[in-house]
């Protein structure tokens, strides 16, 4: 059997910062995440039309903040004033969006672990890849622990292995396509992240044959979980902070 290279992650990660259970990539979300013990948490990143590196899931600005459009084409002073945080409760109402700068202050300052997904507005993947991990890399330079770097985009990741080779990578997947395991391979991920339902014995073999983790998304039910550890999975992102306790 071959020795996997060394994983720093834990096994649970949080989703978006807390889940469902405050607005998702603010930085209330991440705070809610760590009360509930958790210590590493997936976020989305992408840009603004001047290069910002701020976070949101959704292309369109319409379901998570006062917006409406795209964001990727506004600017920075202009999403930085918007609210997202009412959309989910008034608990939350006037809850700006971060950038990324904002939340690596936040980590480095209380020990936390990021996984940032590369996640480009259509047209952008390049850009964005290239964007983001450089400034990951500078936001997070000589720290022990480096952000990991996912997309479900390889262009994105092709990009992010140019200018920092040094973090590392995870393929996204919501279906294993043709080539899958060499496309993470040419890649030089460290893991490919599926949804949890693509996981078999056979593709974790795969996945561990290659020197790679396998990692699943977006697992709230237990009895799941339990599968997934029993497949001899290495992580799991989660909504439910509030029912997996992390390790």
Not at 28 to 38: D, S, T, V
Not at 73 to 78: A, G, H
Not at 116 to 145: N, Q
Not at 227 to 245: A, Y
Request: aromatic content about 8%; charged content about 20%; glycine content about 8%.
């Amino acid at each position: 059997m071959s020795t996997l290279p060394a994983w720093p992650y834990p096994r649970w990660i949080a989703h978006r910062g807390a889940g469902k259970l405050a607005p998702e990539n603010t930085l209330a979300a991440f705070r809610l995440g760590a009360r509930h013990g958790y210590r590493m948490f997936e976020c989305d990143a992408k840009l603004s039309a001047d290069g910002v590196v701020f976070l949101m899931h959704d292309a369109l600005l319409d379901r998570t903040t006062s917006g409406s459009g795209t964001g990727g084409e506004l600017p920075w002073s202009q999403l930085s004033q918007l609210d997202a945080g009412s959309w989910h409760s008034r608990e939350y109402a006037g809850e700006p969006l971060p950038t990324l700068a904002n939340l690596a202050r936040w980590c480095l300052a209380s020990g936390h672990l990021m996984d940032i997904e590369i996640k480009p507005t259509p047209g952008t993947e390049r850009r964005t890849g290239e964007v983001v991990a450089r400034e990951a890399a500078a936001l997070w330079a000589g720290t022990p622990v480096p952000p990991f770097l996912t997309s479900f985009q390889p262009e994105s990741l092709k990009a992010a292995l140019e200018v920092a080779p040094q973090l590392p990578r995870g393929l996204l997947l919501d279906k294993l396509r043709e080539g899958w395991l060499q496309e993470a391979q040419a890649l030089q991920c460290a893991a490919v992240v599926c949804h949890y339902s693509l996981w078999d014995a056979d593709a974790v073999a795969q996945v561990h044959g290659a020197g790679m983790r396998a990692l699943s998304y977006t697992v709230n039910d237990e009895s799941v979980a339990q599968w997934l550890w029993q497949l001899d999975t290495d992580g799991i992102v989660t909504d439910r902070v509030d029912l997996f306790p992390p390790d």
